[in-house]
T-cell receptor, first 109, second 116 residues
């Protein structure tokens, strides 16, 4: 079956770095997405990886290893506004998005 | 980036009534739109996929007669929750995929439905 695993909750300190991991098993693979979702709001796009390696975009970076079925989202210089849920999603061979349950990130001062 | 507008953002209705939610792609043509439901502290659950001009494809366990989806044009899809019950109270989110961009989907703002 298809499955996306990510931690339920993580806590980090303002100004620090946090890495949110995601492992996946899907029928085919057409890329992996990371979305940020604040409570009561719709998800917003953060990153897309389809090739192995690290994609950096400002304070956020995303890494993909297709052979390991593994990705991580790295957040640097954490700010209080980064407190949100982070959703990992894979696109399968039918271009359907398979969603993880999300990781709630709590930032403490 | 592309914009998807969802309306209304919040709605409260009485049990037994119907509610229509609109999802519009404002600056691109969306051949495919997706409707999700999200319960508190849970991830997105895909309800159905709608393609312009054809019937929606519903996920297993989603009642197509209760959740009516219409995708009459390349910029508009609607979800109608018929005979709503309190257990239908949830956060409903649409997303749309640009005709010329197979991968990324853009999300609407979401609709918080409360059935009393």
């Amino acid at each position: 079956g298809q499955n996306i695993d990510q931690p339920t909750e993580m806590t980090a300190t303002e100004g620090a770095i946090v890495q949110i991991n995601c492992t996946y098993q899907t029928s085919g693979f057409n890329g992996l997405f990371w979305y940020q979702q604040h409570a009561g709001e719709a998800p917003t796009f953060l990153s897309y990886n389809v090739l192995d390696g690290l994609e950096e975009k400002g304070r956020f970076s995303s890494f993909l290893s297709r052979s390991k079925g593994y990705s991580y989202l790295l957040l640097k210089e954490l700010q209080m506004k980064d407190s949100a849920s982070y959703l990992c999603a894979c696109m399968d061979s039918n271009y359907q998005l398979i969603w993880g349950a999300g990781t709630k990130l709590i930032i403490k001062p | 980036g592309a914009v998807v507008s969802q309306h209304p953002s919040r709605v409260i209705c009485k049990s037994g009534t119907s509610v229509k939610i609109e999802c519009r792609s404002l600056d691109f043509q969306a051949t495919t739109m997706f409707w999700y439901r999200q319960f508190p502290k849970q991830s997105l659950m895909l309800m159905a996929t709608s393609n312009e001009g054809s019937k929606a494809t519903y996920e297993q366990g989603v009642e197509k007669d209760k959740f009516l989806i219409n995708h009459a044009s390349l910029t508009l899809s609607t979800l109608t929750v018929t005979s709503a019950h309190p257990e239908d109270s949830s956060f409903y989110i649409c997303s749309a995929r640009d005709k010329g961009w197979v991968t990324e989907a853009f999300f609407g703002q979401g609709t918080r439905l409360t059935v009393v």
